[in-house]
């Protein structure tokens, strides 16, 4: 699994980190390309805060080193560090204004008043909330105090920006708009960033790199339409969009199943990894796996199907919707065909390994 | 259609009476304080315009002179304000103090919690007295601990005079009244969002200039609802300034004592008594006022 | 390269080591007199010395043998009873009427009822006196009793209320959905989730009533003192370490209290 090469411009290395009997990190490693922006995907429990934190300097790890643009922060204090960290409750201080806040960091370093005065102003344009410098946080709504989060972070000029679940606390209507204001400034300050989300779709949206993390390691990284077709483990397979994970067989490189479907991996036990929109429903004789419809659930542009094969866990299939038949009735007998066996993964190993 | 009078309404049957939210299980209480608080407290007030003859009222008396004299009389004013410096001090050193053990509460984890937070209440089951009554024992003169330690190891040939003065009642009301401040901080402290201070320090701040920039403006409330309630306690104690301040010590509510109990002038123990509780609560008030002024921003609404 | 710890700026040293010396400073100084007075109570000789120049408990055995430090001990248990109680019988339902209670003025009934924590227990203690002496009542236990319960009312009152507020009213609604009747809900459900807050602000008031002084100069008895008034008057004459012995039994009495707080509700929730 190769998560980096030597020009990345941040890069962590066998990170590790338990907090007494709980390994909380496992020898994470991987790297980030420079101005990219990498997503940390995974559910609750599985370590990505923590990276995140380990990065800021909030958490130490026990062994391991994080090194931006070459150089080994990992001795730093997180006071030292000069990372952007955007909290996922923003963490304005409360007793300061919008513009106080903001210029935090600069008063810190000892800028001059009128230096200092015009950085804001600035910052705050950048996220056009020029006028609001004299309210208070507790005034603002909640997409507001992040853009004064995210102000206050990009207004020291930091090489990497962090951002934990950043738009967990927003409402979903909110969300989308605000997650592709975010895609476009970051990329028009151009700063390398990394997110942590357990929100897929989000991970989708935002990033260049995903990196999918279970218990502590992580388990797939790469562009995120990668990971979606070419998941590499049933995890993955199942975290990422919707699968359907059959059981079977690899063997003289084919999957055993009604439909001719390419193996890549050794002769045993396989999952083959189908997703929903690959499956069509076709009535009559040919190929595919035999079924009754179980359960249909007409969504407006599409229609979902659950189909009863006989194994226990039904197929599920999303087909676009078919204005003229109408949807297909319970307890039709129907094929689950394949559309695009190419599309389709075979995976070494059993359908639950590791769940 | 239904009509109402045809549907069955079910009683409240299924509530208490304690929990079905009205306002009847709370009458005994508030019977039992306008009987035995708010008429004493009315008529400790009327005490003081009256004349009193053997503790009962001679009809007819009433009068602002006995105010007045009081508040013309410049040992009240000085007993007033011996009364408030020294309360005011020791508030601030009791501030001083109690403040790091909040802080370093917060950073404790366990049974050191525990050991901290039996230091801080246990000296507050024990009465104001036995308190009292150990700092006479630390402080007192040739027999007193800290005179036995310093002559035994011949730092100094003489005892020191540490008992009956300002010093003694200055450090036996901070020690007393510790644990006042300490808990409402504490509690404050304990609960705070630590991920502000995690973002100070992000921003580049060092721990300190974050403790002194962040965390402490953070809990200006809990601040000043302490220091309210140690200067109120301090302002009125009279147990210390008595015990350790010695006989000639005094002051206004060491007076209110004396004037009831001593000297039996109960119209002049009203009149200080009142002056007592008036000039408190402007004290209280006064630092409230200033507290919510600086904390402005917990009021801020979108 | 070397990996070091996090390198700390010369001021984060300095304050990190001030903050650690006045914290100890301070801790050392709450346990401190305690801790002498108990280890002055064993001096043998008849005056106080530190460290105490051997053991004895005959301090100890003197008041015991005393009289009316005995009998004073006696009026303070039975004070501190009867406070309790008083305070116990009308506090907890207040409590429920300021926690559950639906009625306009609500938030002014609280302040009510918590007003005697802003009175100092000397102008109670007056107020009580006078108010005494103007319905013709003498100073006496009774009046002790009656205005250490003013005194004291607030403590039970916040103590219950913040057990009461943090339990879920909905347990009383699924109570009722499964049948049971008023009585059987609040027996069954509401009072058993009470009853360790109740015993810890039982202990606290009991301690508070028993070692009250600034309420009890004024309104009790001459002939019959409670133990606090009395060590008053004692320590202004007596220089004896009977004193310590006395207040080393007052500490331990305060400990068993803490000890009843400690495993009801918790130590931690008595900053609220």
């Not at chain 1, 990329?187 to 260049?208: K, N, W």
């Not at chain 3, 100890?24 to 002055?40: E, Q, Y």
């Amino acid at each position: 699994m190769q998560n980096r090469n030597a020009m990345d411009f941040l890069v962590i290395d066998q990170v590790s980190k338990s907090f007494g009997k709980l390994q909380v990190l496992a020898g994470c490693s991987l790297g980030v390309p420079r101005g990219t922006v990498l997503t940390l995907l995974g559910p609750s429990g599985c370590g990505k805060t923590t990276l995140l934190r380990s990065i800021a300097g909030f958490v130490q790890p026990d062994s391991g080193r994080v090194l931006v643009d070459g150089h080994d922060i990992s001795g730093l204090a997180p006071n030292q560090r000069q990372v952007g960290y955007v909290f996922q409750n923003y963490a304005l201080f409360p007793h300061l204004t919008v513009s106080d806040n903001v210029a935090y960091g600069l008063k810190v370093r000892r800028r001059p008043a009128a230096e200092i005065a015009r950085r804001v102003a600035q910052a705050l344009e950048l996220v056009d909330l020029g006028s609001y410098g004299a309210r208070h946080p507790a005034q603002l709504s909640g997409g507001q105090q992040q853009r004064v989060a995210i102000a206050r972070a990009l207004i020291l000029e930091p090489s990497v920006l962090l951002l934990d679940e950043p738009f967990n606390a927003l409402d979903a209507r909110l969300r989308m708009t605000m997650q592709i204001e975010l895609r476009k400034l970051i990329e028009r300050v151009g700063i390398t960033s990394i997110f942590v989300t357990h929100d897929q779709l989000e991970a989708m949206t935002l990033s260049d790199n995903v990196a999918v993390m279970r218990s502590g390691a992580i388990e797939q990284f790469g562009p995120p339409l990668d990971i979606y077709d070419r998941p590499q483990t049933p995890y993955v397979a199942n975290f990422i969009g919707r699968a359907n994970l059959i059981a079977g067989n690899s063997a003289n490189g084919f999957f055993t199943g009604p439909q001719t479907v390419r193996s890549l991996v050794p002769d045993g036990v396989a999952t083959l990894v189908v997703r929903p929109e690959n499956i069509a429903i076709e009535t009559g004789d040919g190929p595919g796996w035999a079924g009754t419809i179980a359960f249909a659930t007409a969504l407006g542009p599409t229609v979902e199907y659950e189909i009863d094969c006989g194994w226990g866990e039904p197929l599920r299939a999303v087909v676009a919707r078919d204005f003229g038949r109408g949807t297909i009735p319970a307890r039709t007998a129907v094929r689950a065909v394949i559309v695009d066996p190419q599309a389709a993964v075979v995976l070494s190993g059993a359908r639950h390994d590791g769940h | 259609m239904v009509t109402e009078t045809t549907a069955l309404r079910p009683r409240n049957r299924w509530l208490h009476p304690l929990t079905s939210g009205g306002l009847a299980p709370a009458l005994p209480a508030v019977l039992y304080l306008v009987v035995f608080m708010v008429l004493p407290i009315g008529t400790l007030l009327l005490f003081g315009f009256v004349n009193i003859e053997r503790g009962r009222i001679v009809s007819d008396s009433f009068t602002l002179q006995p105010m007045i004299a009081a508040l013309n009389d410049p040992l009240v004013g000085r007993l007033m304000w011996r009364s408030f410096w020294v309360a005011a001090v020791s508030t601030l050193l009791t501030l001083v103090l109690a403040y790091p053990v909040a802080y370093v509460y917060g950073e404790l984890r366990g049974i050191w919690r525990t050991v901290v937070l039996v230091a801080i209440i246990s000296p507050l089951l024990t009465s104001a007295l036995v308190r009292a009554y150990a700092w006479l024992v630390i402080l007192g003169g040739r027999r007193g601990i800290v005179n036995q330690a310093l002559l035994s190891t011949g730092i100094i040939d003489e005892p020191l005079r540490l008992l009956n003065t300002d010093l003694a009642v200055l450090i036996g009301m901070t020690q007393i009244h510790l644990p006042f401040m300490i808990l409402p901080l504490l509690a404050v402290l304990a609960e705070r969002d630590k991920r502000l201070e995690e973002a100070s320090l992000n921003l580049g701040a060092s721990r300190t200039r974050t403790f002194f920039k962040v965390t402490v403006p953070m809990s200006m409330p809990a601040i000043t609802a302490g220091l309210a309630l140690v200067f109120a306690v301090s302002y009125t104690n009279f147990i210390v300034p008595q015990l350790l301040g010695g006989g000639s010590y005094s002051t206004l509510a060491v007076q209110v004592y004396e004037q009831t109990i001593v000297v039996l002038d109960w119209t002049r123990g009203a009149v200080l008594a009142t002056l007592l509780l008036g000039t408190c609560f402007l004290f209280v008030f006064l630092i409230v006022s200033v507290g919510a002024r600086l904390t402005r921003w917990t009021e801020a609404r979108p | 390269m070397i990996r070091t710890r996090h390198s700390m700026a010369w001021i984060d040293r300095l304050g990190m080591a001030a903050l650690v010396l006045v914290t100890a400073f301070a801790l050392l100084l709450l346990v401190a007199p305690s801790l002498i007075v108990i280890a002055v109570s064993f001096e043998p000789r008849a005056y106080i010395s530190f460290p105490p120049s051997g053991f004895t408990l005959r301090w100890y055995q003197t008041v015991l043998e005393n009289r009316q430090l005995m009998d004073s001990v006696v009026v303070s248990l039975r004070t501190a009873a009867l406070v309790m109680l008083i305070c116990l019988l009308i506090g907890v339902p207040a409590a429920f009427a300021s926690v559950r209670g639906r009625f306009p003025g609500k938030a002014a009934l609280n302040a009510f009822l918590l007003s005697p924590q802003m009175m100092p227990g000397m102008v109670i203690g007056i107020a009580s006196l006078f108010f005494g002496a103007y319905v013709a009542f003498r100073a006496s236990n009774t009046m002790l009793v009656l205005s250490l319960s003013v005194f004291c009312l607030p403590f039970v009152i916040r103590i219950t209320m913040a057990r009461l507020a943090g339990l879920d009213a909905r347990l009383d609604e699924a109570s009722a959905n499964l049948g049971a009747g008023a009585l059987e809900t609040f027996a069954r459900v509401t009072f058993p989730q009470l009853a360790p807050a109740l015993t810890a602000a039982a202990a606290f008031t009991f301690i508070e009533a028993f070692d009250n002084v600034t309420v009890a100069l004024f309104t009790s008895d001459v002939r019959g003192r409670p133990l606090p008034v009395e060590l008053y008057y004692l320590v202004q004459f007596d220089s004896s370490p009977v004193i310590a012995a006395i207040s080393s039994l007052e500490i331990m009495l305060s400990f068993l209290v803490l000890l009843v707080i400690a495993r009801t509700v918790g130590l931690d929730r008595l900053g609220r």
